[in-house]
């Protein structure tokens, strides 16, 4: 077997159609399954394949297109190169462009294929490539597989000696060729040189006036030149996507894998039906995911942590043993055995330190929380620092926002706020501080004191009878007037209720 490197193994992905089908003014290859585009899976692939050259074909929304090529790019720390299909005359013009991007003494293996196949990975194409170089090599390897249905595929017609004599597609297919069921995938690779004298010999005499990849294979053995045959076993590496059915379809099945891989490495997942996984997530080991659960981007989960039910974060770094119930989170952070939730909403900006708490109801945005600081709930903390050891009181507002500008709190270590505060920044409370029970904090407050502004309670009788004299309030109040009072507590108790 001739072994084929990467250095002179050369990836182009077809990404220049319209793909008019999804019916959307997003084109088709930047719709995205498990936190990447179509377009993002395509070029993963390519990268892990370790190609010497990768190259994108655009031409539908190219500007579009181009900016997220040059995003995954970046990402992937590879260089991508664009090439231009200026009119969609077919997969063979396509596959000219992307070989003109090519250094003209590039003479290895070219892999094309296709920007809307996300689930194809780099193992299958480095097993196309080798079967490709086997046996002295091929002018052309193409990938099929059996199809239960392959109505719309292009026909794999082998000769006598098994060998791959043609590829006919299903509009231009005669009787006798519809009724094969193995299948062009759409995925080839080529030896290079063979590759730019095919295409020269293209033409357009098909049903669709269209210059066909296709053709090559024929091309090549008119010309004498081996073609080699690679079926892969499970036809979803290679199934792609032209509608929202599809899509749909693509992204449970890369979703069940992505559990399934997850659970192999020692992730208890709940219900796996109810739980989705984007591609770069990390889960450690022992960790719990309950039903219900959306963990996308770059999220990463410590050991014997507990996510869900009903969690979705995305970007969320979490740390070993927190436990995160019915929470929608985006770029925080928690620290080890925290606890949020239920019904916490963490904005970005979050931190919540070790062993600390983000209750019920509690909203928190560009806060850091410190180690065992505890928020239970009905709380808003925005732009805050909050020392260690602080309990925040149920029913506060960080009052950060003048209508001009974001202003910070900061909250010391070791203090006791009490309930229905108002914190109004820009506003510092020293360590070990208390404030009372709706109190409005427009001042600093030095380490140790204690913060009040309400002061003593006024009453003013009668005031729903005269002001709201046909409400039931009112009613009430009038039939509480009639009433003879009842004993207190303290005369009760003491017996004063029954002295003469």
Known sequence: MTQTSPTTTAVIVLAAGAGTRMRSKTPKILHTIAGRSLLGHALHAAADLGAAHVIAVVGHERERVTAAVESTSQALGIPVSVAVQDQPLGTGDAARAGLQALPDDFTGTVVVTAADVPLLDGPTLRALVETHSADGGAAVTVTGFHAGDPTGYGRIVRGDDGGVH???????????????????????????????????????????????????????????????????????????CNDR?????????????????????????????????????????????????????????????????????????????????????????????????????????????VGGKIGTFVETKNAVIGAGS????????????????????????????????KH???????????????????????DGAYTGAGTVVRDDVPPGALAVSAGAQRNIEDWVVRKRPDTAAAQAARAAAETPSAPTIDETTTGEAMRP
């Open 408 to 430: 910070q709190t900061v909250i010391g270590s070791n203090c006791r706020t009490g309930s229905d505060n108002m914190f109004v920044a820009p506003v510092q409370i020293g």
């Open 166 to 240: 043609a590829i006919v597609e299903h509009k231009d297919a005669s009787p006798e060729q519809l009724a094969i069921t193995e299948v062009n995938a759409g995925v080839y690779a080529f030896d290079a040189t063979a590759l730019r004298t095919a295409l020269g010999g293209l033409s357009t005499h098909n049903a669709q006036g269209e210059y066909y990849l296709t053709d090559v294979v024929e091309i090549a053995r008119e010309s004498g030149k081996s073609v080699h045959g690679f079926t892969v076993d499970d036809p979803m590496l290679v199934a792609g």
């Open 245 to 353: 059915a599809q899509l749909a379809e693509l992204a449970a099945e890369l979703n069940r894998r992505i559990v399934r891989r997850h659970q192999l490495a020692g992730v208890s997942v709940v219900d796996p039906a109810t739980t989705w996984i984007d591609v770069d997530v990390t889960i450690a080991e022992d960790v719990r995911i309950e039903p219900g659960t959306q963990l996308h981007g770059a999220t990463t989960i410590g050991e014997d942590a507990v996510i869900g039910p009903d969690c979705t974060l995305t970007d969320v770094v979490v740390g070993r043993g927190a436990q995160i119930i019915r929470t929608h989170g985006s770029s925080a952070a928690i620290g080890d055995n925290a606890l949020v939730g239920p019904f916490a909403y963490l904005r970005p900006g979050t931190v919540l330190g």
């Open 374 to 405: 505890k928020i239970p709930h009905l709380t808003y903390v925005g732009d805050a620092r909050i020392g260690d050891d602080s309990n925040i009181g149920a029913s506060s507002v960080f009052v950060n926002y003048d209508g001009v500008n």
